[in-house]
């Protein structure tokens, strides 16, 4: 750890870091949960949780590994789960909000869709791995269990997405 | 790279251009800078504290205190012995006791009363009375003017109108100790005890004064509730609940756990509890140094039992603790414990519920802990041990040059024996394992061709899991496995006795209620083939069901009888439910295993459940 030139996240930089980070924590958040308002929602809690447990941030970095972690912890957490499903069933009754992601087709949609079947810790896995390029011990580390455990995760996954993939491939 | 992951790189950079977030929501900077602010107070005072569960961190100042431990009183039977910062008191132990940080109400340093203390409470100045039977106890620092004698003093009645709170007995006194001065306020009521007052004049006379003050780390908050203390390796460690007073002032108040240790210990800091219950151990903050360290936190009141346990695999005792109703926040309680031995940054607070569920997500992974080794004359070298997994801690046999595999996870025993499982197949003998108490002295397999086979107990080393023994049978190929295995106690009296085999689940009480049990099995049977198809119940539909179902079985959309209803509570956990014409309700819950080494846990109840926690009660 470097000790020479340490940050301050408090104060006036709060704002300054949630405009550095939202963006890419946004991406990733979309990616673990398939729905941009349960991203939303989790973006900004793991914010929160990260800032206010936070005085002082000696690697500026660090503020997005925390972040990351913090966001996938709470994705395969109950407090998904609980909080963020309750707020996904309020937003139901409303107007459904608009993917504006690129237009998928055929074959990027199955493949989509078989994510979002995933259970949360294998698609978290493949997100880390594939979209962060997350070693596997690094993985492992984001999710809380051992390099072993991830590696199960991510075959696991991979072993399902090509099941379902062939299964629907005419 | 193969395809498919290249695909789902393609895939994520796709997907990955969502707009940005909407720009910072209302409000988001203000809860941020308020958790910030509690955390500062806490970082201000703290010393190591690694604060909220397993992946925060936070380093705090260190006092520059040398370490000191207090001088605690002998504390009689029914009494527990407390260091505050400027005196020690023993006190009985249902009684309600308060720190108080002398700056901020006026000298005061501590409170005691026989009854409940709510936020501010006691100050006679803003027109408090003591409600009836009461009394309580007032010590200050400073004193009367003029000369006051050298401590002990006795607390003598006062005279002169004065009822403060409303009090028909006024005692005081007045001292020195250590170089300082000090008063005392005892108020009573004419409708109190005489044991009461006995009590609190006992309270009184234990006061024990450092040398040197502060003799504890600082207490945060001006109003300290006392809820427990503790031996640690560097002292006692003192927990305690208060209200943040600044908070109260605004829309919200704010309620915090913290600890005290002696001063030096860096043993300070003090944890915020939400406004909802935790589900888990989120709400957990750890201060951890060379020696241990100290976990507490606040979790949910439906927590019954608790443990500490390290990334090393070690395990030691937590406390659940009621917060005080005068406190105002319902559905919580607190939790602490002390880890002795230095450990890396993370300890997992496990927690059960009264089933022995446990309530955390996600354990703590660990090394295979080995119970037993040994050599079997036909299957080789085999090993019986506990394996340390995200779902909890399984019961694992093996041979060493063949196979094995284990389940998960171990719960407390209740009673003396009980069958764990058994595993056949290959060229391996077959192994039965069982669960035991210290009661159990012998373990045997009788087969129903006659065989009897004596089997080994193992004492399981990890203490917290409350299995005391492990009861193993290796048996022979050509043996099989069919019969019971029986346990028996030191004196060869039979302690239980439970059937090893293939066997069909047991039939209903009437034949009504077992067409209901023989749909949900099969009902059962089809989800568990769904989730080993799909890994997920998301996506369950129930004509996927009907497909997979083996059985008679009828599903449908709304409660009839006999036929079947299917919730899915989320992508791993189900409720099935149904009712027997004659009206008796029943239900599955189906867990869906988490991990290649798990399997699915079911759970019966007699309820029309419409989510996984909501069947329960058996069958």
Not at chain 2, 86 to 99: R, T
Not at chain 2, 488 to 495: K, L, Q, R, S, T
Request: glycine residues 10%; proline residues 7%; hydrophobic residues 40%.
């Amino acid at each position: 750890m470097d000790d020479a030139s340490p940050i301050r996240a408090p104060g006036g930089q709060l704002a300054e870091l949630y405009e550095r980070h939202a963006p890419a924590a946004a991406r990733l958040a979309y990616l673990l949960t398939g729905d941009r308002g349960l991203a939303e929602d989790l973006v900004q809690e793991a914010f929160v949780r990260v800032v206010g447990r936070f005085r002082h941030l000696r690697v500026p970095d660090a503020f997005w590994v925390y972040l990351r972690r913090t966001i996938v912890n709470l994705h395969t957490s109950q407090l998904r789960h609980r909080r963020l499903e309750r707020a996904y069933l309020d937003r139901e009754g409303r107007d459904p909000v608009p993917d504006v992601g690129m237009p998928d087709v055929g074959a990027r949609e199955e493949l989509w869709r078989a994510i979002l079947g995933l259970p949360p810790r294998q698609r978290a896995a493949v997100v880390l791995r594939f979209y962060e390029d997350l070693s596997e011990r690094e993985t492992a580390e984001v999710l809380g269990c051992s390099t072993a455990a991830a590696k199960s995760l991510i075959a696991r996954a991979m072993q399902s997405l090509r099941a379902r993939i062939e299964s629907e491939s005419p | 790279m193969n395809d498919l992951e290249q695909d789902l790189r393609e895939l994520f950079q796709i997907k990955s251009r969502v707009p940005p977030p909407t720009p910072r929501p209302p409000g988001l900077l203000r809860r941020a800078r308020r958790r910030q602010v509690g955390t500062a107070f806490v970082a201000v005072l703290g010393g190591l504290a690694i604060l909220g569960g397993a992946f925060f961190g936070a380093r705090a100042l260190v006092t520059s205190h040398p370490e000191v431990r207090p001088a605690l009183p002998t504390a009689p039977e029914g009494f527990q012995s407390v260091p505050l910062p400027n005196v020690s008191i023993a006190y009985p132990e249902d009684w309600s006791l308060v720190a108080d940080d002398p700056e901020r109400t006026e000298d005061r340093i501590l409170q005691l009363a026989n009854l409940e203390f709510g936020v501010g409470w006691g100050n006679c100045e803003a027109g408090y009375t003591l409600p009836r039977g009461g009394v309580m106890l007032e010590v200050q620092l400073g004193g009367i003017q003029g000369s006051v004698p050298e401590w002990p003093v006795p607390l003598d009645v006062l005279p002169g109108p004065t009822r403060p709170c409303g009090a028909d007995l006024v005692l005081g006194a007045s001292w020195t100790a250590s170089g300082r001065a000090f008063s005392a306020t005892g108020l009573v009521t004419r409708d109190a005890s005489r044991e009461d007052v006995d009590l609190m004049t006992r309270a009184f006379e234990s006061l024990t004064f450092p040398e040197v003050a502060p003799q504890t780390e600082e207490f945060i908050g001006h109003w300290s509730r006392i809820l427990d203390v503790a031996d640690s390796p560097v002292g006692p460690v003192v927990l305690y609940v208060y209200a943040d007073l600044d908070d109260v002032r605004r829309e919200e108040p704010s309620h915090w756990i913290g600890i005290a240790g002696p001063v030096g210990s860096r043993l300070a800091g003090a944890s915020q509890i939400g406004r909802d219950p935790p589900s888990g151990d989120e709400s957990i903050t750890m201060n951890l140094d060379t020696w241990g360290g100290v976990v507490w936190g606040d979790v949910s009141s439906e927590a019954n039992r608790a443990q500490l346990r390290t990334v090393e695999g070690f395990t030691f005792p937590a406390k659940l603790i009621s917060l005080p109703r005068s406190i105002g926040v319902e559905n919580h309680q607190a939790v602490w414990g002390i880890v002795e031995g230095e450990t890396g940054d993370r300890v997992t607070t496990l927690l059960y519920d009264g089933q022995g569920n446990v309530l955390n997500d996600l354990f703590p992974v660990g090394a295979r802990i080995s119970i037993a080794t040994g050599e079997d004359p036909a299957g080789g070298p085999w090993e019986l041990y506990l394996d340390v997994t995200n779902d909890g801690t399984g019961l694992g046999f093996a041979f060493t040059d063949g196979g094995g595999g284990g389940g998960c996870c171990l719960r407390p025993l209740k009673e003396d024996f009980r069958l764990d499982g058994w595993g056949s197949g290959g060229d391996e003998p077959s192994n039965i394992t069982a669960l035991a108490s210290d009661v159990i002295a012998r373990i045997v397999f009788e087969g129903v061709d006659g065989t009897a086979i004596e089997g080994g107990l193992h004492p399981v080393p990890d203490e917290s899991i409350g299995v005391p023994q492990v009861g193993l049978v290796i048996v022979p190929k050509d043996v099989p496995l069919e019969g019971d295995l029986v346990a028996y106690d030191a004196d060869g009296n039979e302690v239980g006795r439970e059937f090893v085999g293939e066997t069909s689940e047991p039939a209903g009480p009437t034949p009504e209620i077992d067409a209901v049990w023989q749909a949900l099995r099969a009902a059962r049977d089809a989800s568990a083939r769904y989730f080993e198809r799909e890994s997920t119940f998301t996506t369950l539909s129930l004509d996927a069901l009907v497909d997979l179902a083996k059985g008679p079985v009828t599903f449908s959309t709304r409660p009839e009888p006999e036929a079947v209803s299917v919730f899915v509570t989320d992508d791993r956990h189900l409720a099935m439910s149904s009712s027997a014409i004659t009206g008796e309700e029943f239900c599955i819950a189906v867990e869906a295993p988490d991990s290649p080494n798990s399997s699915f846990n079911y759970r019966y109840g007699s309820v029309f459940a419409q989510s996984y926690d909501d069947c329960s009660g058996g069958w």
